[in-house]
């Protein structure tokens, strides 16, 4: 059984046993990583508190037969401001739940991790744009790049009003789009913001001010277009709709 140290973000966290926690975290080198915090629900752990979402962290790890134990978190980052209001809990909710739904256990990938230390440092400065500026990039760098420019039916250039269709990649046009009876129209400002979005370093991110019209159809698009590359259902960003902050 060894021992290794990491630098890392959580993402998650729940019970487990009388006192424990399992925390999911992204670290840099070593990817996805579900960890034991011993003791970490007792009054008076300071394991507890140092490992809430989305705080960064360097910390020792023990391997265990089944699960790793973390032990000496140093906080790096606890993101306080994160956690100060509504919008940013929000924002920040649907950003970890995507990290940890895009990502296998054990797989490093530290551009991602790079992208996600970005993004909360953008969400803390209070950026429209961060989330999907992170969901536009996770995907991409995940290997589900969806098409802004090409049609992938026909191969030809996309321009002006289009549709969009997860089955088929992205955006089509709307002649193309038959094959899909789920595609929905892309307004051409969505489809901008969009392919803006989807090479933007995080300098460029803060200086995006898109009408909230604009922003919420790009919203729509990248969940639901997420949802179908993971063949999973995301509860963050459906919870953010109800509270009407996104
Ligand atoms: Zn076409």
Not at 108 to 130: I, K, M, N, Q
Not at 165 to 187: E, K
Not at 227 to 232: D, L, Q, R, S, Y
Request: overall charge positive; glycine content about 8%.
């Amino acid at each position: 059984m060894g021992l290794y140290k990491i630098e890392a973000i959580v993402l998650r966290r729940r019970n487990l046993g009388e006192a424990d926690r399992l925390v999911t975290v992204l670290s840099r080198s070593r990817g996805k990583l579900v960890l034991v915090a011993r003791g970490a629900r007792r009054p008076r752990s300071r394991l507890g508190g140092r490992l809430e979402p989305p705080t960064r962290f360097r910390a020792l790890v023990a391997e265990g037969r089944t699960l790793d134990v973390v032990s000496q978190v140093e906080v790096l980052d606890a993101h306080a401001v994160l956690r100060s209001d509504l919008e940013r809990m929000g924002s920040t909710a649907v950003v970890l739940e995507m990290a940890d739904r895009a990502l296998a256990d054990r797989h490093p990938h530290p551009d991602v991790y790079g992208l996600l230390r970005d993004a909360l440092a953008l969400l803390g400065g209070g950026h429209e744009c961060a989330g999907l500026w992170f969901a536009a990039r996770l995907l991409a760098l995940t290997g589900h790049r969806p098409t802004v420019s090409r049609c992938p039916a026909c191969g030809q250039r996309v321009r002006g009003a289009a549709s969009w269709s997860n089955v088929l990649g992205g955006c089509v046009h709307a002649t193309c789009s038959s094959a899909d009876p789920r595609a929905v129209p892309a307004a051409p400002g969505a489809m901008a913001l969009l392919r803006f979005l989807l090479d933007a370093q995080p300098s460029a991110v803060r200086r995006l001010v898109p009408a909230s019209s604009v922003r919420s159809s790009v919203a729509g698009l990248l969940f639901g277009y997420a949802e179908a590359c993971w063949e999973t259902r995301l509860r963050s960003p459906a919870v953010v709709r109800a509270l009407s902050v996104v």
